[in-house]
């Protein structure tokens, strides 16, 4: 099931069936059976076991319940809170069932609305759910399936590792701050004191004595028995670097470090070889995706860009109609907050998936090094003589403009286009122009009444004052116009 649903369609696709509304936890399923008109056909909440046994239970008595009331069909609605639920939607969906999701925000603001107190509990939730249903307001449960749910499982899996290398990273660095200040700085840049040379001494000395009891020879004969090759500069240099702070490390509780130091180590090899074969599996799995090869053509974006990307939302084709949802999911739409005479500012709605407009924001900053053509839309936001804009909002719409790339790109089976793109530019400012020129043309035309009005007569003071007046604002048409912009419309020169 697509994403191809407006509000009104989805109410009409549940009008006729059963509400099943499923408040998942861990142990138990809490159920009410429900309709589109909000009548609850279990006041007291049915239990139901979260296994194998407790889903057989859930189906014979949603088919009771089917059977006596008169429905033919049943929608299982739910919330997708942690993992819990994962299990009995996928079995719900493989036998063909229509299966929904309500979202977390909603559910929490409609609790009030459910019997007009603030009460929450397990009894509770499921009415919530099941009236967010009626309402329309709910998500086709998506599967990923094939190449997509590889590439899910694949990216959620180096991103753990990931944080794991940098976990036992840090803790390498807050070891060595105190019982070995100075090594850090003989090692350079990049990989610095995680790097093949740095680890095989600290597996043989982790506090400063052992470093100086092995000495330059030592430190050789430790990397030439890895198999590594170290300078003598570089050993001389480590160990200075213990001379100078031998007296600044903390010594106390020497075995324990030791220990300590080893523990470190053997986490932090294990998560740095598992990242690398978790890289190289999403590395060999996001190139089978369709569409993938035409973001990675453009140059700063990637393997893992992309693979996040098709990670969080899928098939494009399959989920979305437009790129409008796209830019929704990333929670990067506008929103504006008014009421009467207040206009709020505006700002994105931030509800969508955190994790890819942190991707957006991350591959930005590179193509803005890496690919020229980016400079100049960025430039365009910032100096436009409409509603310029500040350089994080410059940047917020440049990711929105991204994501809608990547749609066309995929969606279209098309590689980057640098020209079309730079070319959106002129295209919006000759959609301002258009709009002077309306303007302007409506103001000819008041412009035009007025004179026939008056047509025979001598023009007053106040005839004369209208007519400059209008003449006026045409002129500023004009000008915004020849500028590329509209500021704002021209008021009714007649009426006022």
């Given at each position: ?6 509000t ?5 696709q549940?009008k ?9 936890g ?8 429900m ?7 279990n006041?007291?909440?049915y239990?139901f076991?979260?296994s194998?046994?407790g889903f057989?239970?859930?189906?014979d ?11 033919d ?15 009995l939607?996928i079995?719900?969906?493989s036998m063909?069932?229509?299966v929904?999701?309500?979202?977390q925000n909603?559910m ?8 007009g107190?603030q009460?929450k ?8 759910i099941g009236?967010l249903?009626a309402?329309g307001?709910?998500?086709?449960y998506y ?7 590889e590439i899910r ?5 180096l991103?753990g590792?990931?944080e794991d290398?940098?976990r036992y990273?840090n803790?390498?660095?807050?070891y060595?701050?105190?019982?070995l200040?100075?090594y850090?700085s ?7 004191v ?8 600290l597996?043989?000395?982790a ?10 020879e030592g ?5 030439k028995?890895s198999?590594l090759?170290g300078?003598?500069?570089?050993a001389?240099k ?5 001379l100078?702070s031998?007296?600044?490390a ?9 220990y300590?130091l ?6 932090l ?8 074969g978790a890289e ?6 996001v190139?089978l995706?369709p569409?993938?090869?035409?973001l990675?053509?453009i140059k700063g974006?990637s393997?893992?860009?992309?693979a996040?990307?098709?990670?969080i939302?899928g098939d494009?084709k399959k989920r979305f109609?437009n ?7 990333a929670?990067?739409n ?10 709020g500012?505006a ?6 998936c955190p994790?890819?407009r ?8 590179a ?11 960025k430039d ?6 409409d ?12 990711c ?10 995929v969606?279209?089976d ?7 793109m730079?070319?959106d530019i ?7 122009v258009?709009?002077?020129v309306t ?6 035309n008041?412009?035009d009444?007025?004179l026939y009005?008056?047509?025979?007569e ?7 004052e209208?007519i400059r ?9 004009v ?11 021209v ?6």
């Amino acid at each position: 099931m697509s994403m191809h649903y407006t509000t009104n369609e989805k109410i009409e696709q549940v009008k006729n069936r059963l509400f099943v509304a499923i408040d998942v936890g861990k142990w138990l399923l809490h159920v009410k059976y429900m309709d589109h008109t909000r009548i609850v056909f279990n006041q007291k909440t049915y239990r139901f076991s979260n296994s194998s046994k407790g889903f057989k239970d859930l189906l014979d008595c949603t088919k009771t319940m089917q059977e006596s009331i008169g429905y033919d069909e049943a929608v299982f609605g739910m919330e997708p809170t942690g993992h819990y639920w994962l299990n009995l939607a996928i079995k719900l969906e493989s036998m063909g069932l229509m299966v929904v999701t309500v979202n977390q925000n909603h559910m929490k603001k409609i609790e009030e609305v459910v019997d007009g107190s603030q009460k929450k509990d397990d009894n509770k939730d499921p009415e919530g759910i099941g009236l967010l249903m009626a309402l329309g307001d709910w998500t086709p449960y998506y599967r990923p399936e094939g190449i997509y749910a590889e590439i899910r499982k694949a990216y959620r899996l180096l991103e753990g590792c990931t944080e794991d290398t940098t976990r036992y990273t840090n803790e390498l660095h807050g070891y060595l701050d105190k019982h070995l200040p100075g090594y850090e700085s003989c090692f350079g840049k990049g990989k610095g004191v995680t790097c093949a040379l740095s680890l095989a001494v600290l597996k043989k000395a982790a506090l400063p004595e052992d470093i100086l009891d092995l000495g330059i020879e030592g430190i050789l004969n430790i990397w030439k028995e890895s198999g590594l090759h170290g300078t003598k500069i570089r050993a001389e240099k480590i160990i200075n670097a213990m001379l100078d702070s031998k007296g600044y490390a903390i010594i106390d509780g020497a075995e324990t470090a030791r220990y300590e130091l080893g523990c470190i180590i053997r986490k932090l090899e294990l998560a740095i070889e598992t990242e690398e074969g978790a890289e190289k599996l999403v590395r060999k799995t996001v190139v089978l995706i369709p569409g993938a090869q035409h973001l990675l053509g453009i140059k700063g974006i990637s393997y893992r860009t992309v693979a996040g990307f098709f990670a969080i939302v899928g098939d494009l084709k399959k989920r979305f109609s437009n790129a409008k949802q796209l830019v929704k999911l990333a929670g990067l739409n506008i929103i504006i907050r008014s009421s009467g005479k207040h206009k709020g500012e505006a700002r994105i709605s931030k509800r969508g998936c955190p994790e890819l407009r942190t991707a957006l924001y991350r591959v930005l900053t590179a193509l803005l090094e890496n690919t020229p053509a980016f400079k100049p839309l960025k430039d365009h936001f910032m100096k436009r003589t409409d509603n310029p804009l500040k350089p994080i909002k410059a940047n917020i719409a440049m990711c929105n403009k991204l994501l809608r790339i990547f749609y066309a790109m995929v969606t279209h089976d098309e590689d980057f286009d640098e020209k079309k793109m730079l070319g959106d530019i002129k295209r919006m400012d000759n959609t301002r122009v258009s709009s002077a020129v309306t303007e302007a043309g409506k103001l000819a035309n008041q412009l035009d009444l007025v004179l026939y009005g008056m047509k025979g007569e001598v023009i007053t003071g106040e005839g004369m004052e209208m007519i400059r007046k209008i003449c006026r604002a045409m002129k500023g048409l004009v000008a915004s116009a020849e500028r590329g912009s509209v500021k704002e419309a021209v008021p009714d020169a007649i009426g006022s």
